[in-house]
């Protein structure tokens, strides 16, 4: 897999019995846990959060929300003026979102009461060892 971020697209089955929206092309079996954040609103912005060793994967249920990416280059001080990256995804969209090691992301709700899953290839056992904060603010867009 490469490092860098990628979107999977998936598909959608409709009949008479409904909807079916599905993801073939994403392979889930690196997953070891997941959780769902849910903004109520759309001021809130989490962010920056890293991971050295753990890649993630961001699917939106409900609503739409704007991910920033940016590739760490220095653990201890990253750099303040480094790329950002920044991808729109939406529940409608019916994507996911790979993010590789080494990225801060920050995630904001497009729209409120939006709810996005986050997907992690290590167990929460990990999550203290591998959690990296930055300020909301510290990288320059």
Avoid: C
Wanted: proline fraction near 4%; aromatic fraction near 12%.
């Amino acid at each position: 897999m490469e490092n860098k971020p990628a979107i999977i697209n998936g598909g959608v089955h409709k009949d008479q019995k409904g909807t079916l929206r599905f993801f073939n092309d994403f392979n889930m079996e690196p997953i070891k846990r997941f959780y769902i954040i849910e903004h109520s609103e759309t001021e809130t912005i989490r962010g920056w959060r890293a991971h050295r060793i753990e890649q993630r994967w961001f699917q939106v249920t409900e609503g739409a929300f704007k991910i920033q990416l940016v590739r760490i280059d220095n653990w201890e001080t990253p750099s303040k003026n480094l790329p950002i990256e920044e991808f729109i995804i939406s529940a409608s969209d019916n994507q996911v979102l790979h993010v590789p090691v080494g990225f801060a992301t920050s995630i904001q709700a497009l729209e409120n009461n939006s709810k996005v899953i986050l997907f992690a290839d290590y167990g929460i056992e990990n999550a203290k060892l591998d959690d990296y904060l930055y300020p909301v603010d510290y990288f320059i867009k």
